[in-house]
């Protein structure tokens, strides 16, 4: 017995069946849609944790000066530390796995525009910032290596701090006072988000950046004539490399400040990779694929349920064929064929489904952090897989049944 | 004379069910040659069905030997039981067991699907067998669109679609009035007088009277052979 005919027989059960067939189909349906759905939602929810904790910054560190560690000190006054940009250059100059590097100030400021006050977070940055925090611009030009050389009073504005601060009138050219001085705005950026991680502060669209240079003009910090900044911004090339670069960071800048390398107390790191790190991301993923492929053997359970009640039903047919000349084995093929054909219909419709419900998630603009599932074509292909082994599975036993049967007994039958 | 079409040597068939075993045969020895047509005639439980599907091979015997065309059928493997079902055989049943959602045409080319015969050839034949049972008019009726005799005619037209060597038709009137009974046994004489070697099974002495040859069985055993001249 050919395929075409096991098909066209598949489809004549499935016609005189149709409410039967149809429910059982709706299981193995709502299965694969399951499969395609979770497995394509657990990558959302995965791109979306990855997208809200760069948005600090993709791939970076920072590093911060903290006191000198107990073991590391017999002096019960643990020496302070701080940052200078010399710090900065010498560890831009030494750095091999950490790909990028810059300085960066803060202060709690209140900023003026006409006749409206806003209190931020005013930061010193240097050019590179734009780039290792991941912003872009919305309007205007970020801060320049000629900004930084000449000390220029200009300002970038994060949305939200434009929003607040300047509201519908000022934009790109608005004079702005920051501790009284005068700024110009030169550049806008685009909006951020809703940062899953940040450095204690404000999110980047609250922000107001400054060049570093400009920043010191404010004057002398903490009592001290050297150019103190708060953090050095360290990007590694691969976040692979996170423990090895903050190996590194710690022996050079350790070497400047005279401390061990091994004293965390003293340079502290912190990066968003410390908690992507910590999430569960794979095991999510595992346990909804998971999820989904137990749905789609619940559907496949239905599948086979109802074939051996149509085995049971069929005995005189199956007598029949047998009497007419047909082979065990094509009984065998007959029977695993439309059990197969069936589930791969449902398969199929179940797929098409969840790609449909897929993309249809996935056309909608959403606020911040709302995971939207991501399809890829591996997922249809997971989903194409399971639906056949569970295809493969639920058609074995109704087959081997009904090749069983005995024809001699059921031919008596009246 | 010509060969034998059937022979059966001490056939014997046992039935175990449960704790009660049932001898439906014992000791069968019959010659049936090609052109005949025998008419197995015997009361209820008597063993004629046992004896139809032996010959059919849908049934192993206990014990004993059959050779079809003189072929010893226990050496023939399970696959080439199925292609001397297929091509040698032609079954027709009491109860027609037709299939109830292929049309008529559809239930006479299934032998032919089995034999790997293309779908215009297999039309083809089934039509011409349809024909020659007179039922050209009800090709793409569902068995349950059909009458009895109908049905019946439908079955013996899947049964002579191989052009087999042998028609084995258990009590093929007793599921019919009996005018259409009349008027398949007239279908399985014609069937016979073109050549055909037919073995029917009846317990209707009337019917049995009008085949040339006539056993009786009872209680498995051969009980008289007779031929009218
Ligand atoms: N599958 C079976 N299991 C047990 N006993 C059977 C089976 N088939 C037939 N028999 C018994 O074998 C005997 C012969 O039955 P059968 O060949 O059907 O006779 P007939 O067709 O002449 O009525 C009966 O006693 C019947 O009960
Ligand atoms: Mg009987």
């Known amino acids: 017995m050919v395929l075409v ?31 395609v759905f979770l497995v394509s939602w657990g990558l959302g929810v995965q791109a979306m944790m990855e997208a809200g904790y760069s948005r600090a910054g993709k791939n970076l560190m920072q590093a911060w000066p903290g006191v000198i560690g107990e073991q590391f000190t017999p002096a019960t006054d643990r020496r302070e530390l701080w940052f200078t940009t010399a710090d900065v250059t010498a560890v831009r100059e030494q750095v091999r796995i950490i790909d990028a590097v810059a300085g960066e100030a803060r202060m709690w400021s209140t900023v003026v525009f006409r006749e409206k006050t806003f209190s931020t977070d005013v930061r010193g940055v240097e050019p590179a910032q734009t780039e290792l925090r991941g912003v872009r611009m919305a309007a205007g030009r970020g801060i320049s290596r000629a900004d930084l050389d000449h000390r220029r009073r200009v300002a970038v504005l994060g949305t939200e701090a434009r929003r607040r601060l300047l509201g519908a009138r000022g934009g790109i050219g608005s004079w702005i006072r920051i501790k009284g001085q005068p700024f110009q705005v030169i550049g806008i950026h685009a909006r951020v988000g809703t940062q899953l991680w940040r450095d204690q502060g404000e999110e980047l669209d609250a922000q107001v950046w400054i060049p570093l240079t400009a920043f ?66 794979e095991q999510t993923s595992t346990v909804l694929l998971l ?54 219909l449902g398969g199929l419709a179940g797929i098409a489904l969840g790609v449909a419900g897929c993309r249809v998630l996935a056309s909608f603009e959403t606020a911040d952090l709302i995971p939207l599932p991501i399809l890829r074509a591996e997922i249809v292909f997971i989903a194409l897989g399971v639906m056949t082994g569970v295809g493969i599975a639920s058609g074995i036993i109704p087959a081997w049944r009904a090749a069983k049967v005995d024809p001699s007994v059921t031919l008596r039958a009246e | 004379m010509s060969d034998a079409v059937i022979a059966l040597q001490g056939i014997t068939k046992r039935y175990a069910s449960g704790r009660v075993r049932v001898e439906a045969l014992r000791g069968i020895d019959l010659v049936i040659r090609s052109g005949e047509m025998v008419a197995i005639m015997g009361p209820s439980g008597s063993g004629k069905t046992t004896l139809m599907e032996i010959l059919g091979c849908l049934l192993q015997p206990s014990e004993g030997q059959y050779r079809f065309k003189g072929r010893p059928i226990h050496q023939i493997p399970p696959d080439g039981l199925a292609a001397l079902r297929g091509t040698e055989l032609g079954f027709v049943f009491q109860s027609f067991n037709l299939l109830p959602r292929l049309t008529a045409l559809e239930n006479v080319e299934l032998p032919l699907s089995y034999r790997g015969v293309t779908a215009r050839e297999r039309h083809a034949r089934a039509h011409e067998a349809l024909l020659r049972v007179g039922l050209a008019e009800r ?91």
């Open chain 1, 5 to 35: 005919e096991a098909i066209r027989q598949a489809f004549r059960t499935l016609r005189t069946e149709k409410l039967r067939s149809f429910l059982t189909m709706f299981g193995v349906l709502w299965g694969t849609a399951s499969v």
């Open chain 1, 216 to 281: 010191f003009a404010f004057g002398p910090r903490f009592g001290s004539d050297a150019d103190i900044v708060n953090t050095i911004l360290l990007r590694l090339r691969d976040r692979r490399d996170y423990d090895d670069a903050k190996r590194e960071a710690r022996a050079i800048i350790g070497r400047r400040l005279r401390v061990s390398a091994t004293d965390e107390e003293a340079v502290r790191i912190a990066s968003s990779l410390d908690q992507l790190r910590k999430l569960p991301l």
């Open chain 1, 291 to 344: 999820l989904g492929t137990t749905t789609l053997l619940i559907g496949g359970i239905g599948i086979l349920t109802m074939m051996l009640d149509s085995v049971q039903e069929r005995r005189q047919e199956i007598g029949v064929r047998l009497a007419v000349g047909a082979r065990r084995r094509d009984i065998l093929g007959q029977f695993f064929l439309e059990t197969f054909v069936m589930t791969a």
């Open chain 2, 139 to 229: 090709l793409r009726h569902l068995p349950s669109e059909l009458s009895g005799g109908e049905r019946q005619r439908v079955a013996i037209a899947r049964a002579l679609i191989n052009r087999p060597s042998l028609i084995l038709a258990d009590e093929p009137t007793g599921n019919l009035d009996s005018r259409t009974g009349e008027e398949i046994m007239a279908l399985l004489h014609t069937l016979h007088g073109e050549g055909n070697t037919v073995v029917l099974v009846t317990h209707d002495t009337r019917i049995g009277d009008q085949v040339e040859r006539r056993v009786a069985i009872r209680d498995g055993r051969i009980e008289t052979d007779t031929r009218s001249p």
